[in-house]
Nanobody, 129 residues
Framework: QVHFVESGGGSVQPGGSLTLSCTAS????????VGWFRQAPGKEREGVFC????????DNGDSVKGRFTISRDKAKNTVYLQMSSLKPEDTAVYYC??????????????????????WGQGTQVTVSL
């Protein structure tokens, strides 16, 4: 049985940092593109960052550019989202999922949520004073 578990969320002040982890069981993350997504209260879920099997990655625009990075630890079957200079608008539940149809992250990867599977329960990130 496949399980994706997101962890590492929490409450931080603006300007703080967090590293989120996405760990899979019953599934090899190495073989597929993996995306991080987030959903803020009252808003639709949006893409944050995607990483391909060869570690090429794409963010989803200016909202996170230069502040977030994504990486893999193949030995731990885990994908990380490193977040720094956090802003209140980063407050959301963060999810990871695998794209079973792709090994790379195309330019429009964030619009392809229907291709992603094995969504976890998410981890809450709250940025406030």
């Amino acid at each position: 049985q496949v399980h994706f578990v997101e962890s590492g969320g929490g409450s931080v002040q603006p300007g703080g940092s967090l590293t989120l982890s996405c760990t899979a069981s019953g599934f090899f993350l190495d073989y597929y593109a993996v995306g991080w997504f987030r959903q803020a209260p009252g808003k639709e879920r949006e893409g944050v960052f995607c990483i391909g099997t060869s570690d090429g990655s794409r963010d989803n625009g200016d909202s996170v550019k230069g502040r977030f990075t994504i990486s893999r630890d193949k030995a731990k079957n885990t994908v990380y989202l490193q977040m720094s200079s956090l802003k209140p608008e980063d407050t959301a539940v963060y999810y990871c999922a695998a794209n079973l149809m792709r090994v790379r992250c195309p330019e429009d990867w964030a619009t392809l949520q229907h291709e992603y599977s094995y969504w976890g329960q998410g981890t809450q990130v709250t940025v406030s004073l």
